[in-house]
């Protein structure tokens, strides 16, 4: 069965600071990959996503995620971390062939100090 | 319009009653989803319905009933609920039909709805 990792169940960033969450899958072959991103008491939002191709997955507000294959890993990372950027992440991968089954990670807190 | 709505926002009920919670799109999506999330912990997945079938049930309690009255609506009828059933409940919707990519590999995207935050008394 496939699982996902999230090690760190919680970091706090100073804005402006860098940033890396970390993201490790347990799947026979390469599947969907994908960061949500939830705020308090909403709903998902979807950062970015890897199926194919280049392992180097830009998304939105700012945001980026690298495939790699040998570590099976999909690291989400932001330069420069904005106060608005405190959330809730969730890593999420799904079967090669369809992303109707999505099985999320436990989630990484992201606390932003000014 | 791509925005998955949800109705209502805040919900409390007590063990017998029954209320159900709401969801639309208006995005041309043929499948739907029901996920269950507790605090501090990921959504699961609970229901979901392709062209208005149910196509996976994760061993829902038979207390969760869910309904797809047409391509835009979802519904979860509640009944008997417990407290440990309190929760926030996220609906999605994504196309049904595999989007084929030039890679040759498919990817239906999931939408999201706010949720409903769910109390039971």
């Known amino acids: 069965a496939q699982s996902v990792t999230q090690p760190d169940i919680h970091i706090t960033v100073s804005e402006g600071a860098s940033l890396e969450l970390r993201c490790n899958y347990s799947?026979?072959?390469?599947?969907?990959l994908f960061w949500y991103v939830q705020s308090p008491g909403q709903g998902l939002q979807l950062l970015l996503k890897?199926?194919?191709?280049?392992?180097l997955v830009q998304g939105i507000k700012g945001f980026e995620a690298e495939f790699k294959r040998s570590q099976s890993s999909f690291n989400l990372r932001k330069p420069s971390v904005h106060w608005s950027d405190a959330a809730e992440y969730f890593c999420?991968?799904?079967?090669?062939?369809?992303?109707?089954?999505?099985?999320f990670g436990t989630g990484t807190r992201l606390q932003v100090t000014l | 319009d791509t925005e998955v709505t949800q109705t209502p926002k805040h919900l409390v009920m007590g063990m017998t009653n029954k209320k159900s919670l709401k969801c639309e799109q208006h995005?041309?999506?043929?499948?739907m989803y029901w996920y269950k999330q507790k605090a501090k912990k990921p959504p699961e997945l609970m229901f979901v319905?392709?062209?208005?079938?149910?196509?996976i049930n994760e061993s829902v309690p038979s207390r969760f009933s869910p309904e797809c009255p047409n391509s835009s609506l979802l519904n979860l009828h509640l009944h008997a609920l417990q407290p440990e059933d309190s929760a926030l409940y996220l609906c999605?919707?994504?196309?049904?039909?595999?989007?084929?990519?030039?890679?040759?590999?498919?990817?239906?995207?999931?939408?999201f709805g706010p949720g409903t935050r769910l109390t039971v008394l």
């Open positions: 999605a919707s994504s196309h049904a039909k595999s989007a084929l990519l030039p890679s040759g590999r498919d990817f239906n995207e999931q939408f």
């Open positions: 799947y026979g072959a390469t599947p969907y």
């Open positions: 890897y199926f194919s191709g280049d392992t």
């Open positions: 999420a991968v799904a079967p090669t062939g369809t992303a109707s089954k999505l099985t």
């Open positions: 995005m041309g999506h043929r499948a």
């Open positions: 319905y392709s062209y208005e079938k149910l196509s």
